[in-house]
């Protein structure tokens, strides 16, 4: 059972000033205390009798007091005779009781704690502790909540707020600048990734998803047959776009690797480029084979190993470009006075990332292991420690080798 009793603190008291007069909550062996909003002298206090002596309003005070113990008795009495003081600490207590003394500020705590665990302040709380590139698409997913239902409304937004027709309603939203259910998805995604942690650190626990599953359509594949990626590798293209389909070419012949790690390779050690994926931050190591070295030497860069960056602003920029480039190769021809250039494209959806799903879909057609292929592509659960080891890589290079005398040169 738990037990009350009146407490001067004096323990941080100098000599001469007043000190604040606490109700203690003995419970379960620890002690809470409540302040009070009374100071008093240590000669003014009589600890045996818990009451004010020797000032001015002590009669005023000791009626105030002794309606507080009453109370503070009669709130205990009650959490025993319920049951839940048995389930409670001490610091419960005091916190329980701080509540009904005052219950403005208990009103006032409460906003403030509810605004503190809005899904709003969560979900940037949430978002900021991730890295850059994952912050920035959790802020995409904010501004699209803001459009959807306004400043207003989204600083009160509360986790309980959002169910199966708000999730309904948002996606419907957001389809109208975004066809693509699986670009929506990422929205959603991202919504329940804040859901779960807020349900990890005991905020909420309201879960609309499980009413409301995330579901991806199937995607065209980006992807080109072994013939028609030797038509493309071999097509007579202009001479502005020769570079971007260089490029493409030593894409895929470095399995599949992105632009932004291609633009910031530095240099080739022992035959191998190694880099972090800036994607996933895991280490790569690539054999350099002599089909991609010679596409290397003829754009060396200065700063960098290729000259992507030396004439370009930035990875983005670049690929941007190649990307328009990518999509334009094939048969041109000029009609009219002014010789305007029409384009007939060999794969007018085609960008970089198609050198990374063509190669995993060669290497898969030539049967060589998926665990070889995901172990090439960064898949799987793999330690970083793992690139070192000459068994495991040795695959990699075998496969590599594999893809391109056969892409190349029709060898299998």
């Known amino acids: 059972m738990a037990n009350s009793r009146f407490f001067l603190d004096t323990r941080r008291t100098k000599d001469g000033s007043t000190s604040l007069l606490k109700v203690a909550i003995a419970h379960q062996g620890q002690t809470a ?118 400043a207003a409304k989204l600083e009160k937004l509360r986790f309980e707020d959002i169910n199966k027709e708000w999730l309904m309603e948002f996606d419907k939203f957001l389809a109208i600048t975004s066809p693509s259910k699986n670009a929506r998805n990422i929205h959603l995604r991202n919504i329940r990734a804040a859901f779960n942690a807020a349900i990890d650190d005991e905020i909420t626990l309201f879960y609309p998803f499980r009413k409301f599953p995330i579901r991806n359509t199937p995607t065209p594949k980006r992807n080109l047959k072994v013939e028609s990626l030797r038509k493309l590798f071999n097509f007579p293209c202009e001479e502005h776009a020769q570079s971007y389909l260089d490029m493409f070419k030593l894409m895929f012949m470095l399995i599949g690797i992105n632009a932004i790690d291609l633009c910031n390779l530095k240099e080739i050690i ?36 290729l000259n992507i960056l030396d004439r370009y602003k930035d990875y983005k920029d670049y690929t941007k470009r190649m990307n328009r480039a990518l999509k334009k190769i094939g048969p041109v021809k000029r009609v009219g006075l002014g010789g305007k250039k029409i384009y007939s494209p060999l794969f007018p959806q085609i960008s970089t990332y198609w050198a990374r799903h063509s190669w995993a879909t060669i290497a898969a057609s030539l049967d060589i292991p998926k665990e070889t292929i995901a172990h090439a592509l960064g898949h799987g659960n793999y330690t970083i420690t793992d690139i070192y080891i000459d068994f495991d890589q040795n695959k990699v290079d075998v496969a590599n080798r594999r893809v391109l005398d056969w892409v190349l040169y029709g060898k299998k």
């Open 270 to 305: 022992d035959d191998r480029v190694e880099f972090y994926r800036a994607k996933t931050h895991r280490l790569y190591s690539i054999k350099v084979e002599p089909e991609a070295m010679e596409l290397i030497e003829k754009y060396r860069g200065e700063k960098w190993l």
């Open 33 to 150: 205390y409540i302040p009070l909003d009374t100071r008093l002298l240590s000669s003014q206090w009589d600890a045996d009798k818990a009451e004010v002596i020797n000032h001015p309003d002590m009669k005023f005070l000791n009626i105030r007091i002794r309606g507080i113990r009453c109370q503070v008795d009669k709130m205990l009495l009650l959490l025993a005779d319920s049951g839940q003081l048995a389930h409670m600490t001490a610091l419960d207590v005091k916190s329980h009781i701080e509540d009904e003394l005052h219950p403005e500020k208990a009103e006032e705590k409460k906003r403030k704690h509810e605004k503190a665990n809005s899904f709003t302040v969560r979900f940037v709380k949430f978002a900021n502790s991730h890295k850059e590139s994952s912050r920035r698409l959790y802020m995409v997913t904010y501004k699209r909540i803001l459009d959807f239902v306004g």
